[in-house]
């Protein structure tokens, strides 16, 4: 459960926006939309395995 603690006299706006920032970073939709289909464990890791190579491939772009 996400608290979202406002404090008097701060505008609405801002704190739904915080709100959704801290919703985004929790993960609850992109594992509410993981869950939506079965994928084989092999294919999970290989996914998986793919996303490591490319953030290893930006972060020694970075470096360079």
Do not use: C, W
């Not at 979202?4 to 706006?13: F, Q, R």
């Amino acid at each position: 459960m996400i608290i979202m603690p406002v404090k008097e006299g701060e505008n609405i706006e801002r704190a739904l926006k915080k709100f959704k920032r801290k919703y985004e970073r929790t993960g609850v939709l992109k594992e509410l939309r993981a869950r939506q289909y079965f994928a084989k464990p092999s294919v999970t890791k290989r996914i998986q395995m793919q996303h490591a190579v490319y953030v290893e491939k930006m972060h020694r772009m970075d470096e360079e």
